[in-house]
């Protein structure tokens, strides 16, 4: 049935339930499309990413939550009340991060372009790290922190040249990338000299990230080899020992019942025992240890809702089914492909009789939810959910066909409050001037 997650279930009325609560009753309410969010299993998964930390690395590190996934100011309390850090890239993610009562101090600012507004800010709230793409990102940063009253931490980022196996437009590792400093021919290693004659900034360690929605262990385990390998050579060649070691994100999450991630438990097992034991072979300290999850923390802690409008079948080729939303709250099939299980929540218990293609409505033809799907005939007005839709989805919800943004609802502990605003028309034109 599809059911990829223990807080989905299906109540006495044939309707889909999500963290407890019958999804066509939220829809009634707050009207659609809808995300629903499920904050047990948010703070769940980050506990579980914290305590994976503690468990296997004796607590020497910091689980940064990539709030490029999802950034709202409710979020960020969310996640700063569970004592994670906050990975942020603009100053909008730095701004929604401070509003939600992050503490500058566990905040890093990333970005292969950081403005000089977004440094300016970022050095103002005296946010804990950089990680930085080059050297003339990192001697514009040490030159605006002269002065600025404390001594900012800086990590290089590396491209280790690690091939993630996943979506070619989610991979981030690979030597032909936008991102970082080029490992494998040696760019990285004679930076990392000139980043130790910066002044005005402290040069705490290095930071990769291979991709995303990465099942395999085996690429970060890689990535970490490599990763020490650079200590162990900056070590050498400058006498200089770094602190710290940021391994990124990716760990995938289930879109599809087929879908078998493995938990923070697991890879946090299997990366601190090989970063443990290269510090023995190198004669290395162990370095604080970063990661940076962002989709297994909030993707699958989401439904959305949208509801049925009519259905286009042409005989011979396929069946569309309208739905009142699509790439504009989701746009992930129509740039990745992405998959996604789709239900007809409003009738769990009857026969699947419709195959064919969800669409949203956009004047796109590309605009797509899924293809090839299989559920009870979506009746107009029936409620259909998308699962696993909490990261990457209203972070890159545009206004396409002038849209208003859907509202978001955040059910805790059964009970559901209303969590961001849907825009209203207001919304839509207020910075349009004659
Ligand atoms: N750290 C860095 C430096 C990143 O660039 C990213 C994601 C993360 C951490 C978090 O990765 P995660 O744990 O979420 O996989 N829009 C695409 C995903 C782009 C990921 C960008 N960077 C998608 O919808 O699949």
Redesign the pocket.
Known sequence: MGMLYENTGINEKGHLTFAGVDTTELAKEYGTPLYVMDENMIRDNCRKAKNAIDSYYDGKGMCCY?S??FSSVGMCKIVSEEMLGI?VVSSGELYTALKGGFDPSRIVM?GNFKTKADIAYALESKVGRF?CDSVEELSIINDMAKGCGYTPRVLMRITPGVDAHT?DF?K?GCTDSKFGFTLEDGTALKAAGEVIRLENVKFAGVHC?IG??IFDIEPFLEAARLMMKLLRDIKTMYGRELEELDI????GIRYLESDDPLSYAVHLKAIALTIKELCVDYGLRQPFLMI?????IVGAACTTLYTAGTVKHIEGVKSYAAVDGGMADNP?FA??G?PYTVLNASRMNDNADFTGTIAGRCCESGDIIQENVTIPYPKYGDIIAVLSTG??NYS?ASNYNRLARAATVMIKDGQARLFIKRESLEDITKNDLL
């Open positions: 990539a490029k996934a990975d990333h990680v979506h989610i981030t990230h995303s929605q990124g994100g990716g760990f940076e999850p962002g989709r297994s992930r740039l990745y992405a990261a990457y890159m």
